[in-house]
């Protein structure tokens, strides 16, 4: 099993040199949020991560949770684990003042997820499904929902989840059939079964706060007939603590591929005690307006899995002997040579690092633009919300994806040891494959993008993100050094939107272009993302270079795993480009019933 | 779990129509007497049954339960035992063994096909059977008459099981390496010392013995992978009668923890002192393990695909069964809550890429085992060689290529099924599992594309490629007035081209960079493997168009060949471009500074 080592200097490098994240906060008005106070954060977070979670990590999957009529029980030492996370004050950290919270940015508590979801992604699950619950209390919740729930939310004396999935509806909440029938004293009987729901019960808190999709009598059917309400396991005694089981059980837990650590739940409601949050009929509006953050939290996922599994097997590919390098022997003194040696394995660990690093990039800036959404106003937030709308669904798919693909390459860089449990690396890749499914899968998250997100707003979302990159562009013109990086990035930025235009024109004579295009265009859109992104690290780099640095290594490396993401990975485009212009009637043509040919 | 049914129709279609089969056994020497269509059918037929009826069912609970070890001993799950013998009594083990020793002497072409059903059904079984399969061939190839007598006929009848024993645990990939040591005892037999790991089947209770073929090296052998020796060493001694007696002074250490493949005991063996026999010349085991090698590395092959063929089942029926969404282009299922998904083109993208590249696999692991049975059967030399040739270059391919793209099937059959792709009990996250492992063993994926790029591509300047262009090229000029296929050749063409392009600027490179073989090595065999799917595809298109207004099986044929030529031939665009930025980006960066 790898050692976790939190990045802290490559986090750094995005947050501050990058990014230039002291001004961001300090346009952001978020004083505490200084640069010495954001360091400490990151560092205490850092350990905790590596002391704390990171030991617990194997074992929680080998352990798994266990179901028992009474609850679920999670697995050694993870419950200590949250109990110091509370004592800590992690869970308040990014949580608004007048709730109890320390009211620090959300892109800080990025960071602290990234570190926490490389370090046991199944246990960061707990916390960090409470911020879906969070949320909607906070956006739509009535002052009394609030003191009642909301505070313990913060506190992380509680923790929330969403239940969302029935058996019968997953992609599609329009058919959803959980019932909410009114109760004389203004609450509600809610009646139905959930399922698929992460940290739905467990032993590490006195409660659960459950936010459940239902529908009143008589609501209209399909999505516009969904309301949300608040069910909590125990129902709050009049001094707030947990009092009367309320009807809600869990039925069983699930046997997964990974996340073992993570209980997730078949949740029953039996005439459970629920209030309503929000507008009668509104719930899936309500939730939207936290989704985008959800998904980030999703797609660090990806970063994660391809953090977890670069560490492991760069450690690996260093210590491991086998062969020679074809260029000589570089290790004369060995049997063998360590296998960092072999072009292959560097291809492998460098997929890794572009991606890992990439992906941070990405996100981080990407949780920047969610401290505007949350903070900002008038114009300031809705650019940021619009550039967030776009990225979100490349985030989740993209760099998930991605993400797994880096964790396979881990896999692999250990040869037979890859597969065998102890080692590691096979658990990265069966907990970070569900990663590619809830929160909505790949595809539903390439709908996403290129129906509602582009070609709905008639391209003007892709237009935002390809204007910001033109700049960029044009900035760097004359930069000799730069150029080989600014003329394949304003080459594909230009092609981006010809292959949308086209996309829009061929949908017009038939809607399943849409869904034929969809993926191949989503990760057309991520490889291009992410180009930008490792030309910005590339010219920060090089500045740092220029002005002299007593860390030439760190920063050439930087502009090297550039060089190698343009060079080897992003031709990938040139292949999803051609996929898209060939269309999607190779794809319908067939009748259903022949696949099984 | 869908229920696994044989696809018997897509494996006659391959073997029969586009492969000619009877054709070719009617030719050579070795099959044209002992091989006929009607056994051969029967033989599929029987195999589509007692795999999808005895082997299948087993393999969802031998994932969850696993092998065990205990007091030195592995047991396999509940269920494998009675199975195994019931399978063996058939004596699948020995279908394409020796006749000499008992086998059946049936050519790889349905070897393939019969090995492609049982790891459908399930892998982990499956390689209890394959891998004592193996280790016979390799016997067969290099043991004394002795040894084969003794052993073989017990290992085709599936009363003992094989299992190879060739890494350490500081030797894998490198097994010039290797520290087993044998010492002469003098009277023709050898004392075997040392640990293996990762070998699977290496001990068992399917049967009464395991014979296990283990590498080692003699005292003062030359260094390196030159030195090391093939000794046959049973688990338990065997008497002059046969009878199997005490312990052999092979123990097993512990059993893996893994991924996948759960229900195969992968073990950790001791050899102390252990007796043994040396199979083939001294100092000259890998060479004798290489025999073996082409057959076993398509075998692995094509675990990946039954693999994927088993998740496409499941997925398709999923995909006509669960209902979510509607159709973008007007409902589909008005009686419905919603439509099933498989109106919706992305989940119709899923599917078709898998069907494209299971069906893909299938056709091009018949063409291989074809080639391997011209050079085992031919007796004319020129069509032996050839044969040879294109079973050198192609196995790296079947290896490597099918099991990458099996793994991506599976992806997407997991894919399919959203959050229940992840939940055990449907059964597809299990063949991801299980897929994982046949990237990695029989020599990396990795290690393939080194095989493939350095010694059957560049050292021989490009030759045994030139083999495969021009078959290609031939093919193409035969069909060029073809009118069913015609809009499959240019890009066919094209391909090829493209591909010949790169095997051209990859030799020149080579010829000042010792890095570029390794650096472009993995895109090359993509992409290799690409255009060889693409052939194969304009094959089956070839042999489907005319009858395709008949039939809608062929019919389905020509539309899944558009499908790869649409979606997924375009993949070879960007490889080109990948490998031709060279080896500077993947080198340059020292080893402390990843």
């Keep these: 099993m790898p050692d976790y080592k939190a990045p802290l200097r490559d986090i750094r490098f995005v947050m501050n040199e990058v990014l230039n994240s002291e001004k961001h906060y300090a346009d952001l008005g978020a004083e505490d949020a200084s640069p010495d106070m954001i360091d400490a954060i990151i560092g205490e977070g850092a350990k905790f991560c590596e002391e704390v979670l990171a030991p617990i990590n194997q074992s929680g999957d080998q352990e798994g949770c266990t179901w028992s009529p009474e609850g679920v029980k999670t697995p050694a030492g993870f419950k200590e684990a949250y109990a110091q996370f509370v004592e800590g004050g992690w869970p308040s950290m990014n949580a608004p003042v007048e709730h109890g919270g320390q009211g620090l940015p959300e892109s800080i508590n990025i960071v602290l997820s990234e570190m926490i979801g490389t370090a046991n992604w199944s246990w960061g699950m707990y916390p960090g499904l409470s911020h879906g619950a969070r949320a909607t209390i906070e956006e739509h919740g009535t002052p009394e929902q609030q003191e009642t729930y909301l505070t313990k939310l913060v506190s992380g004396e509680w923790t929330g989840t969403m239940c ?57 059917e399909g999505t516009k007939g969904i ?209 590619l499914l809830y929160e909505g899968t790949t595809g539903i998250q390439a709908l996403d993008l290129l129906g509602r997100k582009i070609l709905m707003t008639q391209g003007a979302a892709l237009r935002n993100f390809t204007k910001m990159v033109h700049v960029f562009c044009k900035e760097n013109e004359g930069n000799e050094s730069m150029k080989q990086f600014i003329e394949p990035l304003s080459t594909l930025n230009k092609e981006w939107g010809e292959i949308t235009m086209k996309i829009g024109a061929t949908a017009m004579q038939n809607r399943d272009e849409v869904g034929a295009a969809s993926v191949d265009f989503l990760m057309y859109s991520g490889y291009v993302c992410l180009a930008y992104f490792w030309a910005r690290m590339a010219e920060t780099a090089q500045q740092k270079i220029a002005e002299g640095t007593s860390e030439g290594d760190f920063y050439n490396a930087k502009v090297q795993t550039a060089s190698f993401y343009y060079d080897r990975i992003l031709p990938r485009t040139a292949a999803h480009a051609q996929m898209i212009a060939n269309g999607g009637s190779s794809m319908m043509e067939m009748d259903a019933e022949h696949f099984a040919f | 779990m869908a229920e696994y049914k044989a696809p018997l129709k897509d494996i006659r279609f391959i073997m029969n129509e586009v492969f000619e089969a009877e054709k070719l056994w009617a ?194 052998a030359p260094s390196g992978s030159r030195g090391i020796s093939l000794f046959l060493v049973p688990r338990n001694k065997v008497d002059e009668n046969d009878v199997v007696g005490e312990n052999n002074k092979v123990t097993v250490g512990s059993i893996e923890h893994k991924m996948g493949i759960k229900a195969s005991g992968t073990c950790v063996m001791n050899f102390d002192g252990a007796q043994g026999w040396l199979v083939g010349e001294e100092n000259k085991g890998l060479q004798a393990m290489f025999t073996m090698m082409n057959y076993e590395r398509l075998s692995v092959g094509i675990q990946g695909f039954a693999a994927a063929e088993r998740s496409y089942q499941n997925a398709v029926a999923y995909a006509q069964d669960r209902i979510q969404g509607r159709s973008p282009t007007g409902v589909a299922a008005p009686e419905k809550a919603a439509d099933p998904i498989i109106v919706h083109p992305d989940v119709r993208r899923m599917l078709m890429t898998m069907k494209a590249y299971t069906e893909g696999s299938r056709a091009f692991s018949t063409y291989v085992a074809r080639f391997l049975d011209i050079s085992k059967f031919s007796d004319d030399p020129e069509q032996k060689q050839h044969a040879e040739a294109m079973v050198a270059l192609m196995t790296p391919i079947a290896k490597a290529y099918m099991t990458d793209r099996a793994l991506d099937t599976c992806i997407a059959g997991q894919q399919v099924f959203g959050g229940h792709g992840y939940i055990r009990e449907w059964g597809q996250e299990q063949l991801v599992r299980d897929t994982r492992i046949t990237q990695i063993y029989e020599g990396t994926n990795g290690v393939q594309a080194m095989d493939l790029m350095g010694r059957k591509v560049v050292a021989n300047g490009g030759k045994l490629f030139e083999l495969f262009a021009s078959e290609v090229a031939t093919f193409i000029e035969a069909e060029s007035d073809n009118q069913a296929i015609v809009h499959l050749l240019k890009p066919l063409a094209a391909s090829v081209e493209r591909l010949s392009d790169t095997t051209e600027y990859v030799i020149k490179a080579a010829q000042s960079d010792p890095s570029a073989i390794g650096a472009a090595a993995v895109e090359y065999l993509d992409l290799f493997g690409l255009v060889a799917y693409a052939y194969m595809w304009a094959r089956m298109a070839k042999v489907a168009a005319p009858q395709a207004d008949a039939d809608e099986f062929y019919d389905v044929k020509v539309k899944t060949a558009n499908f790869f030529f649409a979606r997924i031939l375009p993949k070879s665009v960007s490889l080109v471009e990948s490998i031709k930025a060279g080896a500077d980006e993947m080198m340059s960066l020292t080893a402390e500074q990843f």
């Excluded at chain 1, 203004?186 to 698929?196: D, E, L, R």
């Excluded at chain 2, 067969?140 to 599936?158: I, Q, R, V, W």
Aim: with cysteine; hydrophobic share 40%; charged share 20%.
């Design chain 1, 227 to 435: 309301s949300l309400f608040i069910v909590p396991k125990f129902l709050p005694d009049t001094a707030g603590n947990p009092g009367d089981k309320n009807g809600v059980t869990c039925g069983s837990i699930e046997h997964k591929m990974g996340i073992h650590g993570n209980a997730t739940c078949v949740m029953n409601f039996d005439g459970a005690k629920g209030w309503l949050i929000g507008p009668e009929n509104k719930g899936l509006n309500c939730m939207f307006t936290f989704m985008n953050v959800a998904r980030i939290g999703t797609s660090i996922q990806g970063l994660a899995a391809a953090e977890g599994s670069f560490q492991g097997a760069l450690a690996y590919a260093k210590d491991r002997l086998a062969m020679r390098s074809l260029s000589g022997p570089k290790n004369p003194d060995g049997k063998a040579d360590p296998i960092i040696v072999h072009p292959d394995v560097r291809r492998m660990l460098l997929t890794q690092k572009a991606i890992a690093e990439g992906t941070r990039a990405m996100i981080y800036y990407a949780a920047l633009q969610a401290d505007w959404v949350q903070h900002g106003e008038g114009e300031t937030q809705k650019d940021a919300d619009d550039i967030l709308g776009f990225l979100t669904p490349i985030l989740k798919a993209f760099c998930t994806e991605a993400g797994y693909e880096a964790a396979n390459h881990g896999v692999q860089v250990f040869g037979g040891h890859g597969f065998i449990a102890e080692w590691g690396m096979e658990q990265i890749v069966r907990d970070t494959r569900i990663a």
């Design chain 1, 164 to 220: 969302l999935t029935e058996p019968q509806c997953g992609s599609d909440l329009g058919i959803l059939t959980t019932k909410a029938e009114p109760n004389a004293d203004g609450s509600y009987a809610i009646t139905g079964t959930k399922i698929f729901i992460s940290a739905g019960e467990h032993d590490m808190v006195d409660n659960i706060v459950h936010v459940v999709l239902a529908r009143l009598p008589g609501a209209p």
């Design chain 2, 27 to 220: 030719s050579l020497a070795g099959t044209k007497d002992s091989v006929d269509m009607e056994t051969a059918d029967a033989i599929l037929e029987e195999a589509g049954k007692i795999t999808a009826s005895l082997i299948a069912p087993l393999s969802r609970e031998g994932d969850e339960e696993g092998c065990h070890f205990e007091d030195g001993k592995v047991t396999v799950p509940a269920g494998y035992r009675d199975a195994f013998k019931t399978f063996s009594e058939g004596g699948w083990a020995g279908l394409t063994g020796n006749p000499e020793y008992d086998g059946m002497g049936m050519p790889k072409m349905l070897g393939a096909q019969y090995e492609e059903m049982l790891y459908s059904a399930d892998i982990s079984f499956g390689l209890y059977v394959c891998l004592t399969s193996g280790a016979a061939l390799a016997i067969d190839a290099h043991a004394s008459e002795e040894l084969k007598t003794k052993y073989l006929p017990k290992m085709y009848s599936g009363e003992w099981n094989g299992a190879m024993d060739l890494t350490e645990p500081h030797s894998g990939t490198d097994l010039g390496m290797i520290r087993a040591k044998a010492i002469p005892n003098g009277d023709g037999s050898f004392n075997v010392t040392g640990t293996k790991i990762f070998i699977t089947g290496g001990d068992n209770d399917l049967s009464d013995n395991i014979i296990h073929l283990v590498l080692a090296k003699l005292p003062d």
